[in-house]
């Protein structure tokens, strides 16, 4: 499969809407996270695929992308957690699966740190105090974002734990 953006994956099994979702989806993440097309193809053929479990050989067939494009996908999303990886014992061959349930876990792996790299900025200003306001400035407005985040990001989390009740 081409790195093109205007050439979604050539996916026999799914429909012109499942396509243009899957291109939609590798298309955030490469525009977001500079993430190569083939692994956003996998990440979004993973969330609409049926059945949710699915062998690599099936991810190859079903978007012409290569064994190795979906090996990358794997390493890079199972551990956060997207992913969940299940080997096929006596072969190269593994499945993969996008629990439902793992998302939230997921995302609160790629936030978590946050209130970490707070005090890190917090440590930064320590170092810079007396410094000039041009010097400071950059790690004063990037604390001050964390400072928020480190609050804020715990509390999306427990109304979203709340509201799933």
């Not at 799914?14 to 990440?43: C, P, Q, S």
């Not at 629990?99 to 900025?121: G, I």
């Not at 985040?149 to 999306?156: D, F, I, K, M, Q």
Request: aromatic residues 8%; hydrophobic residues 40%.
């Amino acid at each position: 499969m081409t790195e093109q953006a205007d050439q979604p994956p050539p996916a026999a099994s799914l429909t012109e809407k499942e396509r243009a979702f899957v291109h939609k989806v590798a298309e955030h993440y490469r525009r977001i996270d500079n993430m190569a097309w083939n692994t956003g193809y996998v990440f979004g053929y993973m969330m609409i695929c049926d059945p949710a479990e699915q062998r690599v050989s099936q991810i190859v067939e079903a978007l012409g992308v290569t064994a190795g494009d979906v090996d990358h996908a794997a390493k890079l999303l199972a551990t956060p957690g997207v992913f969940e990886k299940h080997e096929e014992p006596g072969g190269d061959d593994y499945r993969l699966v996008l629990p439902e349930h793992n998302w939230p876990k997921a995302v609160r792996h790629s936030l978590v740190h946050m209130p970490k790299f707070h005090q890190v900025l917090q440590r930064g200003l320590e170092v810079l105090d007396g410094a000039s306001e041009e010097r400071r400035e950059r790690l004063v407005r990037l604390e001050h974002l964390y400072s928020h985040l480190a609050t804020e990001v715990p509390a999306v989390f427990d109304r979203f734990e709340k509201a799933a009740e």
